[in-house]
């Protein structure tokens, strides 16, 4: 567990002024307006397109991540959301009628969605912009105030944020705390009305815990050892070149990233050479002199990654540079899968969620055995079938659980708004994305309404007389 770290005095009485105001503003109901909520949204994607050099530029900074690889992942991301929200909030909001049963007519209900109150985000470092906005569009669509958190991994981005947020959106609805582990710590002594964290498990441990304290609702978007399964031969080129794609864009430092690939024997070495090709392809015979090619965020996990180098046979790649936190696109050949039986394979980067450019080659006998070895771990936030049989497709679908399939493709299920993104046991709980996002910032408050003509509740009050008695058993027997 991560040790805790007190804040000075001074800024302790920060963060409580902080969320007390954010209360304080929410208790006006001047947030639950759809029209002030609409401007909020249009208000954030102006701040986005008037300094998107900013943005690009704290992302090189913190990161060695491309102007394009940002405007793609970044800021093109948030604004794709952005519209989505605007565009379908109305509807979304509208009160939902359901239908009462028989014996409670004539009356009527419906669901009407109201805002939870003070939400917390707490933001990572590997998406610093995206991954601090997504969540918070959902929370300012579903009329809530906010208090953000920023990683201080990232500080060139965070800094940006706490400059920008509260001037282009209303400064009394949206905060932004700076900072490391002692103002993240004062915060989660704070009671929210939903806590947002993205980040490790280790962490997100630390803040269900401390969310517990208030019984304040988290949602926790993890991570974990993303698999990927491969036996499409037919489509090598085309499935090597996503799998590159998914896997080294951002230096492989994305939650959804493929983490190993799975297959059988005679297909390691022709996939190997057909992803190696691919990186070339995109990154160049020396991938640390592209533009495009991203940096490992410190020390500490570049030194990590390097850790993990050891533990199988470079196939492909495997340069670094210390100084400059570089570390290649590297294929890892790791042997035969270890039996789910069996503790002695205890290597790192077959249990550890590797979060960076390394990709491990798992080698199994059948399709049947990597999904028995998917099933002995933890439940993957994301898994990828590049596979050559529709039955093969449906047997990782049916056969395993996690937060989301990639079918011939990895990466994109997590950006289709539609879709609700999120884990399922150590990735996660909770989702997000488009509608989600409301819901996952609003209460769904039952509504019932039933008029005094033709009123029957009579008949379920006291004196209870044998006329009553018998509908009360005839009700009692009905399917």
Partial sequence: MTPVVEAPAARVAGVVETVERA?????????????????QLAAMAAMLGENRARFEEALRRDLHKGATEARF??????????AHTRRHLRRWLRPRRVSVPIGIAPARARLVAEPLGVVLVIAPWNYPLQLTLAPLIGAIGAGNTAVVKPSELAPHVSAVLAELLPRYLDPRAVYVIEGGVAETTELLRQRFDHIFYTGSGRVGRIVARAAAEHLTPVTLE?????????????????????????????????????DYVLTTPDRVAALTAAIGAEVTRMWGEEPARSPDYGRIVNDHHHARLLGYLAEGEIAFGGQHDVATRYLAPTILHVGQAPDARSDEDGRAV???????????????????????HINAGEKPLAMYVFAGSAATHELFVAATSAGGVGQDVAFLQAGVPGLPFGGVGESGMGAYHGEYSVRTFSHLKPVLRKPYALDALGVTMPPFTPWKRRIADRFSRSA
């Fill in 73 to 82: 992942t970044e800021l093109g991301s948030v604004l794709g959301e952005i």
């Fill in 23 to 39: 209360r304080a503003y929410f208790a006006t109901g001047a947030t639950r307006g759809i029209d002030w909520r609409l401007a």
């Fill in 350 to 372: 077959l249990t550890e969620e590797i979060f960076g450019p390394i990709l491990p080659i798992v080698v199994v006998d059948s399709a049947q055995a990597a999904v028995d």
């Fill in 222 to 258: 993890l991570g974990g050892k993303s698999p990927v399964w491969f036996d499409d031969d037919a489509h090598l080129a085309g499935a090597a070149r996503r799998i590159a794609w998914a896997k080294f864009t951002n230096a492989g430092q994305t939650c959804i990233a493929p």
